[in-house]
Each structure stands twice: as structure tokens, then as C-alpha cells.
């Protein structure tokens, strides 16, 4: 929660989700989706950078995506389980697992 905080007080980021995404060695590690405010230009290395400042390198995202929506459960929160479920539907990997064979 911290690290999505961080991610929204940037002034050309909307909302932003962060969830842990399987890793074969870590187990899990941090992937941030990012919805951008209209017009806003900002880049993944942006986001890494503002997050370093507060929070140690193995905190960091391994890979931060810019989406059109983040799912809202019934309640209006962020829905992370619809969020991990979307990323294993769509086959995603985490960049430092695109040439790892499994």
C-alpha cells in the first residue's frame, strides 16, 4: 500500500495498483499498473526513480504497466485478485522471466 501511495502522489499518475506477481526464486515480486492522468507523459523509469527515493531496490516494482482501468471490486476498492487474474490470463511474465525457460 505504501508503494501504490508513492505511485499516486506523482502528479501525472490517476491511480496506480501494486501486486506480487509469482517469481520463481522470490517467490513473488512487485508489479505496478499505473493509470495516467489525461495528457500526462510519464515513463516507468519515472516511477522507479520517485520510489527509490523512499524505498529499498529489492521494494521496487520489476515492471511497472500503463493501463487504460484498474478493476474496483462491489465496494469501489482496487481489486487485486481480478488485477493477478487478468496478468495470468493474458500470460504476462515479468521481464527478468521473458528468456527464462520454466
Known sequence: MDLE???DSH???LKACVVGHPHPKWDERPVALVVLKPG???TAEQVNARCAKHFARW???DDVLFVG????????KMDQRAVR???KSEGYRLPDQLT???
Open 69 to 76: 482501468s484498474i478493476p474496483q471490486n462491489s465496494t469501489g
Open 11 to 13: 502528479d501525472g499518475v
Open 5 to 7: 501511495n508513492e505511485i
Open 59 to 61: 521494494q521496487l516494482p
Open 40 to 42: 500526462a507523459n510519464v
Open 85 to 87: 487474474e487478468r496478468l
Open 100 to 102: 527464462t525457460e520454466n
